[in-house]
């Protein structure tokens, strides 16, 4: 009888017998299941929370599959990527987003990258605002309303020279080694996700941390903090729209 998981991961992978697999999908399924359901929280009604489960127990079996115990790496870290990546690949291909929203998006995000590029520092309401020609209260109506796509953009991948994908909240973690320039870029970038977190708006900072470190729902985080749902919905918004700028430019000088 296998009593360790380290002997249960020795054991499939010599054999690949498929009871084992099916002994090592079962012991894992609890995260899946805690993973589909953050974003079952910000998807539409017609995304089933039954789907989203099902698409993560796809990313769940192939990190089963990829996963090698000796490289050191917890196999936690390694698989809720996959499974993160497998569930929002499905949502992707539903495209249940708008055109034009994504459009107003990526304008945002643009907006932002620039703005604090050239400043040095985040950019306030009334920049970005001016910068888009509209009033400070439209520009909150309108992250609010983009508020349900940025949900996943910490989960986006970025692709490294061997193929391999990694979300960008995992760079913050520890993925496998995969050469010494790719190795470089991951840690370019770890630094400077690390270092726009810190110099996000003290509210901004608070919402990352309590929603992707502590695990707290967005509701939660609300009670946590004496606001709406809603209002945690756009300083989250804010926060992702900083940071992929952050990266975006890190990204422009590794592709120069």
């Known amino acids: 009888m296998i009593k360790s998981e380290e002997e249960l991961w020795k054991k499939y992978k010599q054999t690949?017998?498929?009871?084992?697999?099916?002994?090592?999908?079962l012991k894992y399924a609890s995260m899946v299941k805690y993973i589909a359901g953050k974003f079952a929280i910000n998807t539409p009604?017609?995304?089933?929370?039954?789907?989203?489960?099902?698409?993560?127990?796809?990313?769940?079996?192939?990190?089963?599959?990829?996963?090698?115990?000796?490289?050191?790496?917890k196999f936690r870290t390694y698989a809720s990527t996959r499974i993160r990546g497998a569930i929002?690949?499905?949502?992707?291909?539903?495209?249940?987003?708008?055109?034009?929203?994504?459009?107003?998006a990526k304008q945002l995000e643009?907006?932002?990258a620039e703005l604090e590029y050239k400043h040095?520092?985040?950019?306030?309401?009334?920049?970005?605002?001016?910068?888009?020609?509209i009033s400070e209260e439209e520009l909150s109506r309108l992250i609010?309303?983009?508020?349900?796509?940025?949900?996943?953009?910490?989960?986006?991948?970025?692709?490294?020279?061997?193929?391999?994908?990694?979300?960008?909240?995992?760079?913050?973690?520890s993925p496998y080694e995969s050469g010494p320039e790719a190795e470089l870029e991951r840690k370019e970038k770890r630094q400077v996700l690390v270092n726009a977190i810190n110099q996000l708006p003290e509210r901004e900072k608070e919402v990352i941390i309590l929603y992707y470190y502590d695990d707290l729902?967005?509701?939660?985080?609300?009670?946590?903090?004496?606001?709406?749902?809603?209002?945690i919905c756009q300083l989250h918004t804010k926060a992702i729209f900083r940071l992929k700028g952050?990266?975006?430019?890190?990204?422009?000088?590794?592709?120069e």
């Open 144 to 173: 609010l309303e983009i508020s349900g796509i940025s949900l996943i953009s910490l989960d986006d991948v970025w692709y490294l020279d061997n193929d391999e994908k990694i979300g960008i909240i995992d760079t913050v973690e």
């Open 110 to 112: 643009r907006i932002y």
């Open 88 to 104: 929002i690949d499905e949502i992707r291909v539903l495209d249940w987003v708008p055109r034009s929203l994504r459009h107003k």
């Open 16 to 25: 690949k017998n498929l009871k084992l697999r099916e002994e090592l999908i």
């Open 246 to 255: 952050a990266l975006s430019k890190v990204q422009e000088l590794f592709e």
């Open 120 to 133: 040095k520092r985040p950019a306030t309401d009334k920049e970005i605002a001016e910068a888009l020609e």
């Open 45 to 73: 009604p017609q995304v089933e929370f039954d789907d989203l489960v099902s698409y993560g127990i796809l990313g769940l079996i192939d990190a089963i599959e990829k996963y090698d115990p000796t490289q050191g790496i």
């Open 217 to 231: 729902t967005l509701k939660e985080i609300g009670n946590v903090l004496g606001v709406t749902e809603s209002r």
